[in-house]
């Protein structure tokens, strides 16, 4: 079946990375973009950007321009999301997802939880 | 940048319809997607391209978009029905950005 598994939770001290994996089985990799997206506890999803997995191309929310860079490997059907100059306010769920047609996300990993904490 | 407005929370007696809208400027020349959440779940699609149910997803949840007002509706709700839900567009101005409504939670009475 198709599936999206994330990389386990991570935590990361104010100024340092993360780096988070999602691992696509079930379909062809490189057939769809990866969108990514994050929830605060208690608040709504946000959008971060989206990865094109056969180019390579990709697109950032303004929000996180500067700061996040998606990234895959094709040769193990993943995909990758890290974000420098880490702060209290990016702990949150980090989610992937598989994006049909740059409209909408039919496939969520479970989220990979980043704390942010000194 | 585009904006899409939900009420924060709707609440509904079972088998009774819920209605959760999102509202945006000229939505309607807009695709509109909805998802639900659950706590402590990742988000499940439940309506793609204003009206389309995934493969699923039961009759019971439609939906429609015109205007400034796009509107999932939940037809003889149930308890298990009860999470967050939340409206998405592609905003294909200058932007270039996809957009979440701010999500509503539906309680089940």
């Known amino acids: 079946q198709v599936q999206l598994v994330q990389s386990g939770a991570e935590v990361k001290k104010p100024g340092a990375s993360v780096k988070v994996s999602c691992k696509a089985s079930g379909y062809t990799f490189t057939s769809y973009d990866i969108n990514w997206v994050r929830q605060a506890t208690g608040q709504g999803l946000e959008w971060m950007g989206w990865?094109?997995?056969?180019?390579?191309?990709?697109g950032y929310a303004q929000k996180f321009q500067g700061r996040v860079t998606m990234t895959r490997n094709t040769s193990i059907s993943t995909a990758y999301m890290e974000l420098s100059s880490l702060r209290s306010e990016d702990t949150a769920v980090y989610y992937c997802?598989?994006?049909?047609?740059?409209?909408?996300?039919?496939?969520w990993g479970k989220g990979t939880t980043v704390t942010v904490s000194s | 940048s585009y904006v899409l407005t939900q009420p924060p929370s709707v609440s509904v007696a079972p088998g009774k319809t819920a209605r959760i809208t999102c509202g945006g400027n000229n939505i309607g020349s807009k695709s509109v997607h909805w998802y639900q959440q659950k706590p402590g779940q990742a988000p499940v699609l439940v309506i793609y391209y204003d009206s389309d149910r995934p493969s699923g997803i039961p009759e019971r949840f439609s939906g429609s978009n015109s205007g400034n007002t796009a509107t999932l509706t939940i037809s003889r709700v149930e308890a298990g029905d009860e999470a967050d839900y939340y409206c998405q567009v592609w905003d294909s101005s200058s932007d270039h950005q996809m957009v979440f409504g701010g999500g509503t939670k539906l309680t089940v009475l």
């Open positions: 997802a598989r994006v049909v047609v740059r409209d909408y996300m039919d496939v």
């Open positions: 990865m094109n997995p056969n180019s390579g191309n990709t």
